[in-house]
């Protein structure tokens, strides 16, 4: 099992910048890749950024440029930076973590980022 919790969220203004932070413990070393989805309302969740064990990134379209994905695999943690944060940005982040031997994916709770206009 792999526990993740997610911090970070808030309330920003348009513009603004967040960093959100995922901490993974339990059976750790099954993870490969980790990263980050969203959900607003009335919406499926969707992939925002992921990063595997050896930094490989992917991002959705709409976040290139303004949203970087890392991780410190040495705390076992993931991170969002968010800069030129929109209104559209607004939802509930999940965290999530892969294991490739179990095929089990891993959800954190969420946590939520609003935008203002």
């Known amino acids: 099992q792999v526990q993740l919790v997610e911090s970070g969220g808030g309330l920003v203004q348009a513009g603004g910048s967040l960093r959100l932070s995922c901490a993974a413990s339990?059976?750790?070393?099954?993870?490969?890749?980790m990263g980050w989805y969203r959900q607003a309302p009335g919406k499926q969740r969707e992939l925002v950024a992921a990063?595997?064990?050896?930094?490989?990134?992917n991002y959705d379209e709409y976040v290139k440029g303004r949203f970087t994905i890392a991780r410190d695999n040495a705390k076992n943690t993931v991170y969002l930076q968010m800069n030129s944060l929109k209104p559209e940005d607004t939802a509930v982040y999940y965290c999530n973590a892969a294991s490739p031997a179990s095929g089990v994916n891993y959800w954190g709770k969420g946590t939520l980022v609003t935008v203002s206009s």
């Open positions: 990063i595997t064990r050896g930094l490989v990134t």
């Open positions: 339990g059976n750790i070393f099954s993870i490969n890749a």
